[in-house]
Every structure is written in C-alpha cells, then in structure tokens.
C-alpha cells in the first residue's frame, strides 16, 4: 500500500506523505519535491495533468522503503516468494478460452 498520496497543484500532480492529507482545504504543505503547496479542491480534469518529476522519485524511493518495511515486518526475508508460481505469457488464456495446455 502507498504511503503517498497525489494532489493536482498548479498544473501538475504533486505527492506527499498521505499524514499531510488530513489538513484542511487552504492549509499549506511541503510537497515531496519541496515545492510549497496550497491543498484545493481540484476539478476532475486537474487529475490529467502530469505528475511532478520530483516527487515521482521521491515517491518511488519512500514506497520502496514501506514496501520493504513491511516484509521485514512479516519476519519474511523474501525466500517465500520463491514458492509463488509465475505465469509467462505462452500459459496465459488464448482468444478461445483455453491456456496453452488445452485447459478451459
């Protein structure tokens, strides 16, 4: 799960920690690129702008640490996944419903 969340700010999308969310519509925040932001409300269409370079990395780099927080957590140190199976693409359904071995 993410522990960012994304606002449309002056013609981009902008990420912070999803605890600065919480504030009040007008509060000021520093966006994950240090950009200093006034939460709005935005219009549906703000959502199609494109996300701030810098705070995709930033958020990329504080997913990854969450992420790996959490399996450590787990006491898992990532040898189960080695049990999971893999789908390649030539097992995957075709057109007709079958998988690659002729099963439905």
Same mark, same amino acid.
């Given at each position: 799960? #993410?522990?960012?969340?994304? =606002?449309?700010?002056?013609?981009?999308?902008?990420?912070? =920690?999803?605890?600065?969310?919480?504030?009040? %519509?007008?509060?000021?925040?520093?966006? %994950?690129?240090?950009?200093?932001?006034?939460? $709005?409300?935005?219009?549906?269409?703000?959502?199609? !702008?494109?996300?701030?370079?810098?705070?995709? #990395?930033?958020?990329?780099?504080?997913? #990854?640490?969450?992420?790996?927080?959490?399996?450590?957590?787990?006491?898992?140190?990532?040898?189960? !996944?080695?049990?999971?199976? $893999?789908?390649?693409?030539?097992?995957?359904?075709?057109?007709?419903?079958?998988? #690659? =071995?002729? =099963?439905?």
């Amino acid at each position: 799960m #993410s522990t960012v969340r994304w =606002r449309p700010v002056d013609g981009a999308r902008h990420a912070m =920690r999803k605890e600065q969310l919480h504030r009040e %519509l007008g509060a000021e925040l520093t966006a %994950l690129c240090g950009k200093t932001i006034k939460l $709005v409300r935005p219009k549906e269409t703000d959502w199609f !702008w494109d996300s701030c370079p810098d705070c995709w #990395s930033a958020a990329k780099i504080i997913n #990854s640490a969450a992420a790996r927080e959490r399996t450590l957590h787990r006491g898992d140190s990532g040898a189960g !996944w080695a049990a999971v199976p $893999v789908v390649v693409q030539d097992e995957c359904c075709s057109d007709d419903g079958a998988d #690659s =071995r002729g =099963r439905r």
